[in-house]
């Protein structure tokens, strides 16, 4: 039903969990980054800003032509609505999940983003932008940390808000943090790594383990993109 083009990167790890969630029968099809798939002309064509998670349903719910959507929140609250599930019908309760959703769409995952890139992957290693990116990860595990004091989940139940975030926090040790500051995030992230779903969404990565990035070699491809590579 869902075809999903996707890649081992958080933003591909959320998809996957979601469907292995919901138990949604889908396709994987594998855009390997580091290999330059993502700006394959039949990619782009669903995902025009070249970048992974995206999707195609071949059954909309309005019975109508197949829907593509790019995006990893896109897709998540897309999917939510579809199946009914890991989102709220109540109004203040699909609010608490949409703004944690959209705190992880602009903060935590391109803070964390910055930081990889900056701490593992960029050749000049620039203290200041590793300081900048290090401490702001901590202060958006620290607000995680905070909301998590009186609440097993981010808004309440399990949601697309802990699926958006989840996948963010797995290379903790890459960002420089430790899960042992943060003990409600701690016990929040053990609670969604033990779940079958997740458990099984990550063992779909395993299968792609062989393709690994080469960052030097991929560096032009990953890291050096332009206004001149979108319009060429």
Do not use: C
């Not at 800003?49 to 990893?72: K, L, Q, T, Y």
Request: hydrophobic share 40%; glycine share 6%.
């Amino acid at each position: 039903m869902i075809d999903l083009y996707y890649w081992t990167t958080p933003n591909g790890h959320k998809i996957t969990m979601f469907l292995e969630e919901v138990e949604l029968p889908y396709n994987l099809i594998p855009v390997n980054i580091g290999a330059g798939d993502q700006f394959k002309p039949d990619f782009l064509k669903i995902a025009p800003n070249n970048r992974i998670p995206a999707i195609i349903d071949r059954e909309p719910v309005d019975g109508g032509e197949p829907i593509s959507i790019f995006e990893s929140g896109a897709i998540l609250l897309y999917l939510a609505e579809k199946t009914g599930q890991l989102i709220p019908s109540d109004l203040r309760q699909r609010v608490e999940v949409l703004q944690w959703l959209f705190w992880q769409m602009g903060g935590l995952g391109p803070m964390a983003g910055q930081n990889h890139h900056f701490s593992q992957y960029a050749p000049e290693k620039i203290p200041y932008a590793i300081n900048r990116y290090v401490n702001e990860t901590g202060r958006l595990y620290a607000v995680l940390n905070q909301r998590l004091a009186d609440r097993e989940f981010v808004a309440g139940n399990y949601s697309i808000a802990d699926i958006a975030a989840y996948p963010w926090i797995v290379p903790y040790e890459n960002q420089g943090q430790k899960l042992e500051d943060f003990p409600n995030l701690k016990r929040w992230f053990e609670t969604i790594q033990s779940r079958p779903a997740t458990i099984r969404a990550y063992q779909k990565a395993e299968a792609f383990k062989n393709q690994a990035l080469d960052i030097e070699k991929s560096r032009t491809l990953l890291f050096n993109q332009s206004a001149t590579s979108v319009q060429r």
